[in-house]
């Protein structure tokens, strides 16, 4: 079966609807494509791109080299989560792949996975190898969150003991050369049965990061696995995907963090996590105002303060849903 990017084929002959969000990546974004063109090869696929409000020429762009190809250019930035739903309201495909635009496609991966998939009806979800830019395996597939990690990866706990944070973080690790189980895997490839992403899709109150921990987990509580495949392969340049504002990242991905606290972890955990978390943000406020930069203190107070707000004031805070609708993010 040759791949397919066209209006004739309906759900039931094509085997994938991939999904891309894109926000101001345009070459990345096009050499992404290119790959899955050249390396997909022997199944039924459609490429569905959602741009969230891309000012870099993305969207006519593919429309000049990709006539055929389904894009859908939202007039504002709507974050990771809705713009896959998006994609997923109109894919015919009988998978879904969540891809990222700042990856390339090797030989055959996406049809490995389909394959896996297919056979497999107990998975949900399937992952792959994903290397960097420059050669390295990226550790993409972990543990559900939980307290554990959390002391693991604290920074205090890495200065006074780096030898022991190593060791213990290393005994957890998942070891992505090894196909295996997981708990969940990142978001930057991940295929999913297209039957049940229908059942919610993605989280939209998650604007960006931790959408992928989430459906794993409801997927691994519907009783379905998650797999990752080390036989396929993809290359990952991490972080091109992503603006540029790294504080405004670290922020959504702060609250982003405490949405998946405030619905999985239980009510204990999750007051204590709450604590853990607005103590660190009044430690980074307080080292804010005594030593950083003018230039910076600014954003970085309002950084520690909204975080503050965030966890007693609920999910839809103002300071969220400004955050969210000021400034680019990817």
């Not at 190898?129 to 559900?144: A, E, I, N, V």
């Not at 939980?146 to 780096?162: E, G, M």
């Not at 804010?288 to 930069?293: E, G, Y």
């Amino acid at each position: 079966m040759m791949p397919a990017d066209t209006q004739s084929l309906t759900s039931s002959t094509m085997d994938l609807s991939i999904a891309i969000v894109s926000y101001n990546t345009k070459e990345v974004l096009l050499d992404c494509i290119r790959s899955i063109h050249a390396h997909t090869t022997t199944i039924a696929f459609e490429v569905l791109v959602v741009d969230n409000d891309s000012q870099d020429g993305t969207v006519a762009v593919l429309q000049e080299v990709y006539p055929d190809m389904r894009v859908i250019a939202n007039q504002d930035n709507r974050g990771f989560a809705k713009a896959v739903n998006q994609a997923l309201a109109v894919s015919r495909g009988r998978h879904v792949l969540l891809l990222n635009s700042d990856t390339i496609i090797k030989d055959q991966a996406l049809a490995t996975m389909v394959a896996y998939l297919d056979d497999h009806p107990d998975v949900g979800a399937v992952s792959c190898k994903q290397w960097t830019g420059d050669g390295h395996l990226s550790q993409t597939c972990f543990p559900f969150p939980s307290i554990r990690d959390h002391l693991f990866y604290w920074s205090l706990f890495q200065r006074v003991a780096p030898a022991m944070q190593m060791a213990a973080a290393a005994t957890h690790a998942v070891d992505c050369t090894q196909s295996q189980d997981v708990d969940w895997a990142n978001g930057a490839c991940l295929m999913v049965r297209r039957s049940l992403l229908q059942l919610g899709g993605l989280d939209e109150a998650f604007f960006m990061y931790f959408e992928d921990v989430d459906l794993c987990r409801r997927l691994r509580q519907q009783g379905y696995r998650v797999r990752h495949l080390a036989e396929a392969e993809i290359v990952h340049f991490i972080g091109r995907s992503s603006g540029r504002d790294r504080e405004r990242l670290q922020l959504v991905w702060e609250l982003s963090r405490i949405r998946y606290i405030e619905k999985h972890f239980s009510p204990v955990k999750r007051w204590l996590m709450k604590w853990w978390i607005g103590g660190g943000a009044g430690w980074r406020l307080a080292q804010t105002m005594w030593c950083a930069p003018a230039a910076q203190r600014r954003m970085r107070t309002q950084r520690c303060l909204t975080t503050i707000r965030r966890l007693w004031s609920g999910p839809q805070s103002v300071e969220q849903a400004h955050v969210y609708s000021s400034g680019p993010l990817g």
